[in-house]
Antibody, heavy 119, light 112 residues
Framework: QVKLQQSGAELVKPGASVKLSCKTS????????MSWFKQIPGQSIEWIGM????????GYNQKFKGKATLTVDTSSSTAYMDLSSLTTEDSAVYFC????????????WGQGVMVTVSS | DVVLTQTPSILSATIGQSVSISCRSS???????????LYWFLQRPGQSPQRLIY???NLGSGVPNRFSGSGSGTDFTLKISGVEAEDLGVYYC?????????FGSGTKLEIK
């Protein structure tokens, strides 16, 4: 069955960077897309960007350009998101979600990972 | 960016009651390819979002048929025909016609 397993919670200092992972199984990762999302607890969801695992091509929400960098490792069927120059405003839950075909857009999600930025 | 306005923001329902949630877009969501990329998600407390409806009115795999979606252009509706206890949570509409993808502000469904 399809699974998206995200890495564990992170506590990081302001100014630091963090790399989140989303390990997939149960489908053909190399011909799929992965999107990442940010959700501050109690608020709505923001789309950060999307990456195509086939060639690493990316598309970002302008708001997150320079903040987030999306990559993939097809050998381990894992998607990554680097968040840089962290501030307290980056404290949030981050989700990954897949798309294989337009009809499967965001049909499976990771469990989410809480990133807390604090000194 | 496209703004999705959901109403109501809070919905209180009894078990078995039918309810509707509205999602109004600041721009038409009809794409040049003929598809309308409007989706509905439910986020239960402490969980990831679950996709309920895709492309306006198509029921996601494993989603109970008491959920239905309708609409076109800028006005969309999610209907739950006979609320069950497990339906509590926050409902979001999302559009993928225009970049960046955007979500509505959410509708919290409470069970009386």
């Amino acid at each position: 069955q399809v699974k998206l397993q995200q890495s564990g919670a992170e506590l990081v200092k302001p100014g630091a960077s963090v790399k989140l992972s989303c390990k997939t199984s149960g489908y053909t990762f190399s011909t799929s897309y992965m999107s990442w999302f940010k959700q501050i607890p109690g608020q709505s969801i923001e789309w950060i960007g999307m990456i195509y695992a086939g060639d690493g091509g990316t598309g970002y929400n302008q708001k997150f350009k320079g903040k987030a960098t999306l990559t993939v490792d097809t050998s381990s069927s894992t998607a990554y998101m680097d968040l840089s120059s962290l501030t307290t405003e980056d404290s949030a839950v981050y989700f990954c979600a897949r798309m294989v075909l337009i009809t499967t857009l965001f049909d499976y999600w990771g469990q989410g990972v809480m990133v807390t930025v604090s000194s | 960016d496209v703004v999705l306005t959901q109403t109501p923001s809070i919905l209180s329902a009894t078990i078995g009651q039918s309810v509707s949630i509205s999602c109004r877009s600041s721009q038409s969501l009809l794409d040049s390819d003929g598809n309308t990329y409007l989706y509905w998600f439910l986020q239960r407390p402490g969980q990831s979002p679950q996709r309920l409806i895709y492309l306006v009115s198509n029921l996601g795999s494993g989603v109970p048929n008491r959920f239905s979606g309708s609409g076109s252009g800028t006005d969309f509706t999610l209907k739950i025909s006979g609320v069950e206890a497990e339906d509590l949570g926050v409902y979001y509409c999302m559009q993928a016609t225009h970049a960046p993808l955007t979500f509505g502000s959410g509708t919290k469904l409470e069970i009386k």
